[in-house]
């Protein structure tokens, strides 16, 4: 589960990491009184940010300092006023709907932090770099001797002799040092507790050196956290977080029918059981020279209220062309999966070829029922095999 920068940065302050005061705006007047309260303090320089579930909204445009209430009520506008495209969202972009107001800082360094699992050693990682601001891939592909990585204890998590020798580094100084441990610790501990299955501050700054902090300050001025869905059951509250605005509305609609549902590109609809029989039977889609439009996993048990519902899905996409179904009944048997597939497939209705392949228990049963069925579902075709399948559906749609 993915949240908002303004939501993350709450999380931040809340495991004391130092962040610049922000205000949440929804609107070019909002957005001015956000800049109004903030100009309070004396500083005038403020950040307008649009917030959406994409990086890279700093090249975007979606990314504006302003120094006067006028400059933040325009860059609100501007933002508002039409889908953001990053490197992240696609051509088609993402519609603005909240900003945020954030006091804006002087910038002398700018650093990445980040924490994720890794797989290899099957624990979570703290991944540092003194090139901030810019996108971690990047810099992993053009200079990966400036990443440094530091495994962190799922139990004790990030030790302060870790945090000091990734601090010295990357080439903090003085009583930065300290600062920059102290933000590590406590990400990797805000990490762990939340669940998290990635945590980034980037970039993390070092403001100039001024008479009041004359090693310069350590702050947070972008945040990232991703959570790990199979743990929100633990964390109410950050579940609560989540935006349905920004969720594709079909994978939203999948999830309340207990479907996993993922929307992709290509022309051929796919029912599954199993995420890894899903996975194959992409696999397999691509092997014979088509693209798959998704991978769905209907669970073990397949009842007909959540296949009428995965086909209406599947079938929403102006992109498909041809559904494959492959079942395998195991702990549901095939001929009631089968009798499900065919009064969903009457009901929602079938226009474009669909083939269908069952095996398991039951199975002798399901294919009769499937053949009783065809003349009411005259794109139907029936195939015993896998490959017998794939070439089936990919025939048809060709
Ligand atoms: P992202 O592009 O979506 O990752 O958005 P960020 O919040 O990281 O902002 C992008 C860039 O804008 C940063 O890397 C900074 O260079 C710049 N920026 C953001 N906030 C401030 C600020 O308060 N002061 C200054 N000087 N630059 C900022
Ligand atoms: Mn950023």
Redesign the pocket.
């Given at each position: 589960m993915k949240i908002h920068?303004y939501q993350a940065r709450e999380l931040l302050a809340q495991f004391n990491i130092p962040v610049?005061p922000a205000q949440v705006a929804d609107s070019p007047d909002t957005a001015a009184d956000a800049y109004d309260k903030l100009a309070v303090n004396g500083a005038s320089?403020?950040?307008v940010?649009a917030q959406v579930h994409?990086?890279?909204?700093?090249?975007?445009g979606?990314?504006k300092?302003v120094r006067s209430t006028t400059e933040a009520r325009d860059a609100a506008q501007t933002i508002l006023s039409k889908p953001l495209v990053?490197h992240q969202t696609g051509p088609q972009g993402v519609v603005v709907r909240k900003l945020l107001v954030?006091?804006?800082?002087?910038?002398a360094r700018?650093y990445y932090l980040g924490l994720a699992v890794d797989r290899a050693s099957g624990r979570p990682v703290l991944i540092a770099s003194s090139q901030?601001?810019?996108e971690i891939e990047t810099v992993a592909a053009d200079n990966p001797q400036a990443i440094f990585r530091e495994p962190v204890s799922p139990t004790t998590g990030l030790q302060p002799f870790q945090a000091r020798k990734v601090a010295f580094r990357l080439g903090f100084l003085g009583k930065q040092v300290s600062q920059a441990a102290r933000i590590m610790i406590q990400l990797a501990d805000l990490f762990l507790k939340t669940d998290a299955s990635l945590a980034e501050i980037?970039?993390l700054?070092v403001t100039p050196a001024t008479d009041e902090h004359p090693d310069g300050q350590v702050l947070a001025?972008?945040a990232?956290l991703n959570f790990d869905d199979n743990a929100l059951a633990r964390h109410p509250d950050l579940a609560q977080l989540a935006d349905p605005d920004e969720q594709d509305p079909a994978e939203a609609r999948a999830k309340q029918y207990g479907l996993s549902y993922i929307k992709l590109d290509g022309a051929i609809g796919c029912l599954v059981n199993g995420a890894g029989l899903a996975m194959a039977t992409m696999d397999l889609i691509k092997l014979h020279g088509q693209e798959p439009a998704n991978f769905l996993d209907v669970g073990g048990s397949a009842s007909e209220q959540a296949v009428t519902e995965a086909f209406r899905i599947i079938l929403a996409d102006a992109n498909v062309t041809g559904v494959l179904v492959n079942i395998f009944g195991g702990i549901a048997k095939c001929d009631i999966i089968a009798n499900a597939i065919v009064a969903a497939a009457r009901e929602v209705g079938f226009k474009v070829p669909l083939v269908i392949r069952l095996e398991g228990t039951h199975v002798e049963l399901a294919r009769e029922i499937i053949e009783k069925a065809k003349p009411s579902l005259p794109t139907l075709q029936i195939s015993t095999d896998l490959t017998d399948a794939a070439q089936k559906i990919t025939a048809a749609v060709a």
């Open positions: 920068e610049p320089l403020a950040v940010k994409a990086g890279g909204r700093g090249k975007a979606g990314v300092l990053t954030a006091a804006g800082v002087d910038i700018e901030g601001g810019v980037n970039p700054i001025i972008d990232k």
